[in-house]
């Protein structure tokens, strides 16, 4: 179904069993489901969400008030 992501020069996957990095990810996803459940796993998505909505609010803060001494240092 999936090919394989990177093979070794031999021929060899990178993973074992033949497996490439699409399906260990997917197995380490179901592992992960079965040992946490999904409610953990939904607190988990909720949270990275917030911390990436708060880090690209900061970003585009950090962005403008560069800007601004920008023009600030061009009009001196």
Do not use: C
């Amino acid at each position: 179904m999936f090919k394989k992501f990177k093979e070794m020069q031999d021929g060899r996957t990178l993973f074992a069993f033949g497996l490439g990095l699409p399906e260990a990810i997917i197995i380490g996803v179901v592992i992960v489901a079965l040992f946490f459940g999904g409610r953990k796993i939904g607190d988990w998505a909720r949270g990275l969400g917030r911390f990436t909505t708060e880090f690209k609010r900061g970003k585009m803060e950090a962005e403008q008030e560069l800007e601004e001494i920008k023009h600030v240092v061009q009009e001196k």
